[in-house]
Each structure stands twice: as C-alpha cells, then as structure tokens.
C-alpha cells in the first residue's frame, strides 16, 4: 500500500462547478497534512495545511478524517485558474518537516 | 532573500556520468529535502536531512548520496547515471518553527541518454 494515496484525474469541470479530491494514507501517527498546488510541473506551492477541526479559505475547504485515515480537499464555483495538478502531503512530525510524503497528485481541468 | 536555489536548471547526462545537483537555501531553515517528479507522476522523496551532519533515506534513495556540511547546501549526487534517473529534481526547506510550509527551488531538469 502507497504511503499516501490520492484520486486518479484527471477532473474535468465546467467554469463554476464544485469538485472535490480525497486522499488517504497509511502511517495512522501521521501529524501533519497539507494540500500543495503543482502547476506546468513548475515547483510545488501549498495551498493550505490541513487541521483537524477542518478549514476553510475562501472558496477552499480541507477536511481531515483521522479515524479513517484521509484528507479532502473542496473547491467551490471553480475557476478557470484553478486549472492545476493537487497534491496531498503528509508528515509524522507536526509542523515540523520530517519525512514529508507527497501524493501522486489529482490533475483539475477547468472549462468554460 | 534569494530562498531556495538550485543548479544547474538542465543537464544531459551520458549514461555512467556522475554528476551533482547543487542545493541553497538561505533562510536558516533546519529542514531539506530532495525529490524527484516523473512524467505525470507526484514527487517521490529521495533523502531528506534535519540538520548540518545528518541524512536520511525517503522513498527512493538508490544510485544517490547526499550530505549536509552547511545548514544552507544540500547537494545531491548521481553516481552512475542511468535513464531511470531521467527526471525533474526539486529541493526544498522547511523551517521548524512556523506554517510547516515547504519552499521549493525551480527545479533541475535531468535527461540520462
């Protein structure tokens, strides 16, 4: 089993649309989740870290279910900039680095 | 700040070459790692290090080295190169205190022929 698994893509979407990814992962002592944006496999930039209590920023949403081992990632009225590859990180240590894992990723396509 | 730099940005290499992958950073970040990206595929980590003397394997270490003089460099070394190490390598950092955000270099364009 893949250390960190996320849904196959790619999504296509229409302009406006809500569409969610889901990752799961293995290590159950996992402490710190994030979700990072990968454009023209340019390098990586996070998207935002992921709390247990869930969070929202803007038209983002991260969820985290720790008892069955996943992250979620919602975006709603999707853009057309929103067109990018997402990849889920997970670390054993809490906001301090470690071994940081990512995801194969999930690729967006958003159309008008 | 310049953050996280490396080179060189391209590079072909013959196969058996031997090669280094340079790696800075200059925001005193404790943390740095090396990954690499296949076509179409998430980053794989290669080796990471916590700190100036200390190394460990990620994912998939084989036919690399690396080592950690400095808190700022982190260079990776291809032994041998083969065409399965034809990939994008990126370096990044982390700071122990903070977002636990990764920054990352530009990457480092490999091709092994």
Redesign the interface.
């Known amino acids: 089993r893949k250390e960190v698994e996320q849904d196959p893509g790619p999504f296509n979407v229409p302009e406006g649309a809500t569409v969610a990814f889901n990752c799961t992962y293995s290590n159950s002592a996992s402490q710190s989740f994030f979700w990072y944006r990968q454009d023209c496999r340019k390098e990586p930039k996070l998207l935002m870290s992921v709390y247990s209590s869930g969070n929202e920023d803007g038209r983002f949403t991260a969820q985290l279910n720790r008892a069955s081992q996943y992250i979620s990632l919602l975006i709603r009225d999707s853009k057309l900039s929103d067109s990018a590859t997402y990849l889920c990180v997970v670390s054993l240590i809490y906001n301090q680095g470690g071994k940081l894992i990512f995801g194969q990723g999930t690729e967006l396509s958003v159309k008008p | 700040n310049a953050g996280v730099t490396q080179t060189p940005k391209f590079r072909i290499l013959k196969i058996g070459q031997s090669m280094t992958l340079q790696c800075t950073q200059d925001m005193n970040h ?2 740095m ?1 090396w ?1 690499r ?1 296949d076509p179409g ?5 290669i080796y ?1 290090s ?1 700190g100036a003397g200390i190394t ?1 394997k ?2 998939v270490p084989n036919g690399y080295n690396v080592s950690r003089s400095t808190t700022e460099d982190f260079p990776l070394r291809l032994e041998l190169a083969a065409p399965s190490q034809t990939s ?1 390598y ?1 370096c990044a950092s ?1 700071t ?7 920054f ?4 480092s364009r490999l091709t092994v022929l």
Not at chain 2, 41 to 45: H, P
Not at chain 2, 96 to 102: F, K
Not at chain 2, 104 to 107: K, L, N, S, T, V
């Open positions: 404790n943390y790692y990954y990206q595929m998430g980053l794989k980590l990471y916590v460990d990620g994912e994008v990126f982390i122990t205190s903070g977002s636990g955000e990764l990352f270099g530009e990457g």
